[in-house]
Each structure stands twice: as C-alpha cells, then as structure tokens.
C-alpha cells in the first residue's frame, strides 16, 4: 500500500509527466513519475518510481547517442 511519508496518509496518487534533460549539449525527454499526497499535498518520488525514471532517463540518453 502506497502511503505519504510526510503524514501517512494513504490518499496518494501517482502522475506522470515528459520532463527534459540536458546530455552532451543536447535535450532529451522522458517520461517520469512522481506521487502526490491528496491530504497534505507533499510531492515525492517512491523507490520504484526513482528506478523506473532512472530507466527511462538512461533510455533518452542512448537514443541521443544512437540516432535512427
């Protein structure tokens, strides 16, 4: 069960959204995801959501590197 660290409120919900970054003086994009406590409104990212961001990023990042 997904609960806010902040004041343990179970009333959290996942988003996504395509964030840039910057790699070799280039932009790349990806999606990423972070939760949002509806009852005190803290943003914070969850070890799994830092894992698959992480992925996603790396995944941007080769693309830059090995363009179609």
Do not use: D, W
């Not at 990806?30 to 790396?58: D, H, K, M, P």
Request: glycine share 2%.
């Amino acid at each position: 069960m997904l609960y806010c660290h902040f004041c343990g409120s179970q009333t959290v919900r996942s988003y996504s959204s395509m964030e840039a970054y910057q790699y070799k003086q280039q932009t790349c994009h990806a999606l990423t995801e972070y939760s949002v406590c509806e009852q005190c409104g803290e943003e914070f990212i969850t070890t799994e959501q830092i894992t698959r961001n992480e992925v996603r990023i790396r995944e941007a990042k080769k693309a830059l590197n090995n363009p179609s």
